[in-house]
């Protein structure tokens, strides 16, 4: 099939590479030319495992090109919009300036029995707005929905073996669902499950996914906090809990909590969606998954400040990790970050450092002292926080820590064995696991 794919940031660089390796003839049009002709050589401009690689072979296929221009839409016979879809400013709502920008920009070119698909993750409501619009600018073409439930870290596996595929459409479009099992055809007839239904649930099925994973963290957070103060140990507790199938063990991960370009804006941009709506009780809750969530920043700073005897001014504090989870170079709302920032601002001396993130760290926060390697970090440092767990942080036994001028350490994602470090010697503290005193 010939498919534009228009925004070509994470979502669309991914969704368009995977089309065109699954066999499609594919163009990606992204009104930020750098990107474009970036993409176009071969050079994604996110770090994500496995997309340099099918870029590059899909590419030389001669079956996927990257253009600036949105006429390179016309002919093409499914339009996927996969645009950002920021919280705004001042409200924590979504901003659809881009997305209205993509449909302005692809209507002149779209062809009575063109499907546009949404990508991006909008308000309820969305979906149909633009469908009445395309219809009622081009008759006998449509919008339907089909969400993204992509991993950053994990995108290209995701894409190709996605845990089930969701189509909305409009009542009177009996083709969409036709068309997108055709453009899916590899991955649907791998027994991937399709739900299709109405446009305003396939947009709900979205946040209402990211919602459910950004509770179940915040309340094993909580649950944190409860451990903390009873002398108990949560990672234990999220294990014994997790055994239940019906609760299951992923995202019970207790610590430092969600960041990222997706959880909290998708929180925030839902609760005031369903707000507006009138469905109050949505918004509270969600309100408080995110106060759940904010609050383990602080609790992460507190840590460290005890750890320094009270005082963070003066103190020489590294900083493990600057990305906002690990396998990724995102540092769009990094929990890590808040806190590298914030124990500056408090006057410590933060080194901060990351396998991947490091230079996007630099851009974003360029206040902060971040270098290249975990020895430079630690030299000399009177506290390390491991705040984003990469694999390598994993491995990390007190030994190669050896340039330290105290042995403290706060492993802020509950990611290292508490009894290698305490028996080597180290001040040991992880959110939500007993403090030593306690624990005698
Ligand atoms: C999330 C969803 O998982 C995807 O399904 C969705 O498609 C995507 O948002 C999106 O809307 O585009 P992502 O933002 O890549 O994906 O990251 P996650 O793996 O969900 O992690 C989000 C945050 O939660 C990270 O900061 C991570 O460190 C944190 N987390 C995760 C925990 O604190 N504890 C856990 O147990 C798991």
Redesign the pocket.
């Known amino acids: 099939m010939l498919i534009s794919v228009i925004g070509c940031g994470y979502?669309g660089a991914v969704h368009a590479t995977c089309l065109a390796h699954l066999g499609h003839t594919v163009v990606g049009i992204d009104s930020d030319r750098e990107l474009a002709a970036r993409l176009d050589s071969g050079r994604p401009s996110v770090y994500e495992p496995e997309l340099e690689s099918l870029l590059t072979a899909t590419l030389a296929t001669g079956r996927l090109r990257f253009t600036a221009d949105p006429s390179a839409a016309a002919g093409a016979e499914v339009h996927f919009l996969c645009v950002g879809t920021p919280q705004l400013p001042d409200r924590p709502a979504a901003d659809l300036a881009a997305l209205d920008s993509a449909v302005d920009a692809l209507l002149p070119y779209l062809t009575p029995g063109d499907l546009v698909v949404g990508k991006s993750?909008v308000p309820v409501g969305t979906a149909e707005r633009l469908n009445d619009r395309i219809a009622a600018a081009v008759p006998g073409a449509s919008c339907a929905w089909n969400p993204?439930?992509?991993?950053?870290?994990h995108a290209v596996a995701?894409t190709l073996r996605p845990d089930r595929l969701v189509y909305g459409s409009a009542p009177d479009d009996e083709r969409a669902t036709a068309i997108l099992n055709r453009v899916y055809a590899s991955v649907v007839a791998a027994g991937t499950p399709v739900i299709a239904t109405d446009l305003a649930t396939a947009e709900l099925v979205?946040v209402a996914?990211?919602s459910f994973?950004?509770t179940?963290?915040s309340f094993?957070?909580a649950m944190a906090e409860v451990c903390e103060a009873a002398g108990a140990d949560v990672t234990v507790l999220a294990d014994a809990i997790g055994h239940d199938e019906r609760i299951g063990r992923?995202?019970?991960?207790?610590?430092?909590?969600?960041?990222?370009?997706?959880?909290p804006k998708?929180i925030r941009a839902f609760g005031a969606r369903a707000a507006e709506l009138g469905a109050d009780r949505v918004a509270d809750l969600l309100a408080r998954v995110d106060e759940i969530n904010l609050a383990r920043r602080d609790h992460l700073t507190r840590l460290a400040t005890e750890a320094c005897e009270g005082s963070v001014i003066g103190r020489r504090i590294a900083i493990l990790g600057a990305a906002?989870?690990p396998n990724?170079d995102d540092v769009r709302d990094?929990?890590a970050l808040a806190v590298a920032l914030d124990l500056q601002r408090r006057g410590a001396h933060v080194r901060v450092t990351d396998p991947q993130a490091g230079d996007n760290a630099r851009k974003r926060s360029p206040e902060l002292t971040v270098v290249d390697s975990v020895a430079e970090a630690v030299d000399d440092a009177e506290a390390v926080l491991l705040l984003?767990?990469w694999q390598q942080y994993r491995d990390l036994r007190p030994a190669d820590l050896t340039g330290v001028r105290r042995p403290v350490i706060i492993d802020g994602?509950n990611a290292l064995d508490p009894t290698t470090w305490r028996e080597a010697g180290w001040h040991y503290r992880a959110p939500g696991r007993p403090s030593p005193t306690r624990q005698r």
């Open positions: 979502l993750t993204e439930f992509l991993r950053e870290g995701d979205k996914a990211n994973l950004a179940k963290i094993i957070n992923q995202f019970l991960g207790a610590g430092l909590g969600f960041g990222g370009g997706c959880l998708d906002f989870k990724s990094s929990p984003t767990e994602r």
